[in-house]
């Protein structure tokens, strides 16, 4: 790599720690004011948006892009109306940085307080989503912290853009436009610089497919946070309520089978296999012809029914299809559905459909994942179904955030103590 | 590598998710049934203990270990008597398990949890302290973790003998005995397969010398939990109670000075350093013998009071030195201290002596580290001082845990969700 280029992301990381201690102690109004101004400037320039992005739309026909990838980078003006919307909602969200967390005063007198602080400097990484530039930004920004951001080349034009009207809307806040920088080359071994710069920078988020997460993940020097995959399982126990696991397998597999609390799994009990198989498959066949694939049992009483399934192989089982495909198994108990799901899912979310309180809250106990629901479809694991307003990502790790990442878990936190000059003995 | 190491390596991490899922789900009163056991373990295997003890101490002595080496190195009966009073005070701690974060109801009806629960399997990766052993595999028990322990070759006989004992333990109170395994080996090779597992290992705590802890840093896909350095300051503000600043600083720096929160810095506002240097620095010298290491304006100071001192180095400003050393320098203003420390500090502990309440929030607020206290010594920064009751460490990252961890900060949460049917529009 260049010396210039590892000087230059150096030098833009220091200006972000530098700019990180300005905004940890900055005040609500002011970052909220920054945010006014952008989703302002948004509407504003909208046309030069439109231009930029059409720049990254002619060279993605030209890069053989598939139609989802220059879908997920198109702008439009509806879009860019409804990223000023979003914009606007995080005002309102509240802010995270000084809240107390809990308080206690020491036999010595001491008083501690643990109140909650910006981690300091982020760097998102991600792909060709313009819509990402402005959330991480976004967000960062409401908690105090600045973000350093790498899209994708396939959106950069779009991104540079976006990143000058948010230069525009701290300046008008009288902030540091350090606060949130674009690295201005998609150059790998720009990134690479700057997953080793961890003496400035606090954390990396990559968003974005599975290969670039483990590029990340392997090479940082930084502490990430991720979620490689969903593979979500819907367990329908013995004493399930059948219509309600009927609907709640529908709406968790073709919701939007492309999104990661989309489910991939179904477990069944073997006492209510018979009964609730066939008429559940019909139901995903009717909603989305879902593909079942099965296990021997499974696809015996589908045969028996003749509805249409295939066998399934052994890595079905631990898959993120992302589509209208479904692996399908026949458990013995309660027992082996939790020893199967801690051994096959990914962590993320995972639902158990029963009328039987002790079996849920088993269930709920023993499976090992960032969200574990009762009688609930397993897309409610999002940060604004979950109520945290916003969210830049799921964790499946378990340190810092699991589950949903909003505002709360976009920060530290830190200890004060007030003495009377104590000494330690 | 050979294939063996690799497997072994490997299959004893599966052995250890295994058991965190055993682990995650039993009661306290069975965990603290195995602390009980070991306990009392402890001093029943006194003089076996001993022994092993005395195998590595026999090789220390041949491999030219430093008298502070062996020191670290070596159990007494009063050493393992304290040793088994920290297991029993442990047992007296809350478990952290299963403890309710928050709680909502949505919007539709979805009653939300956040409830702690074990992090999974922690890898512990040590040098020659033998008590790390067991504080270590206690702390982990406690909080419903799966331990992996690697200790250093000098206290490889003592850490076998122990890890027996807690195996026994675990055995005792019907636990699997895999939760808490000591690598059988020092090869550098185990520790390397080790810290690439992050299928099976979630978490890695590094607890030694600096290049222990970036060796792990900079080799591990797992997430680390550390702290490299407290180089921590004490600032006497222009408001300062002179006497209490002097008692502090004196506290900070002498009272032992081989430890992380040990103040290394001194910062000393214009306005009242002809009045407190030299007053301080008697107290420091006739305390300890302390070495100044000083700017040229207190240098000046001490000069013109015919007291002994030497000039700092650049580098003397950002040391630790883990000796009776103190660097000292005199600053314009409250916001000079302040930018001064989150330039050289490493973020772990500083305190400002002052009667200015105002100064004391804005240096709070501003200063960008662990432990921000006000007229109080930096020694307080630990986990029994800070009333967590005991502690594995003490983190100068800013995510998952800051400052001292406990019990609370060995856990992760998970969401629990209970609906009705609920499924997403």
Known sequence: MSADLEHHITSLAQRARAASLVLATISTAKKNAALQHLAELLIQNNAALLTANTRDLVAASENDLTSAQIDRLTLTPERLHHLAESVRQVIEL????????????????????????????????????????????????????????????????????LAELISLALAKADLPTDAVQLIPTTDRAALTTLLKLDTLVHCIIPRG???????????????????????????????????????????????????????????????????????????????????????????????????????????????????????????DSLDQAIATINRDSSGHTESIVTEDETAARKFQTAVDSAAVLWNASTRFNDGFEFGLGAEIGISTDRLHARGPMGLRELCSYKWLGTGTGQVRG
């Not at 399934?309 to 026949?330: G, K, M, S």
């Open 94 to 161: 509240p802010d995270p940085v000084g809240e107390l967390l809990d308080e206690s005063t020491r036999p010595n007198g001491l008083l501690l307080r643990r109140v909650r602080v910006p981690i300091g400097v982020i760097g998102i990484v991600y792909e060709a989503r313009p819509n990402v530039t402005i959330d991480c930004a976004v967000l960062c920004l409401k908690s105090g912290n600045a973000a350093i951001l790498r899209g994708g080349k396939e959106c950069f034009h779009t991104n540079t853009a």
């Open 209 to 331: 497919g599975e290969s670039l997460i483990r590029f990340v993940a392997q090479n940082s020097t930084i502490p990430v946070i991720k979620h490689y995959q969903g593979v979500c399982f819907v367990y329908a126990d013995r004493a399930a309520d059948l219509t309600m696991a009927e609907r709640i397998i529908v709406n968790a597999k073709t919701s939007r089978p492309g999104v990661c609390n989309a489910a991939e799994q179904l477990l069944v009990h073997r006492e209510i296999a018979e009964n609730f198989l066939p008429t559940a498959a019909r139901a995903l066949i009717a909603a989305a012809k879902v593909e079942l694939r099965c296990d021997a049992e499974s696809s015996a009483i589908l045969s028996a029914a003749q509805i249409a399934h295939v066998a399934a192989t052994n890595a079905d089982y631990t898959t993120e299809f992302l589509a209208q495909i479904l692996a399908v198994r026949v458990v």
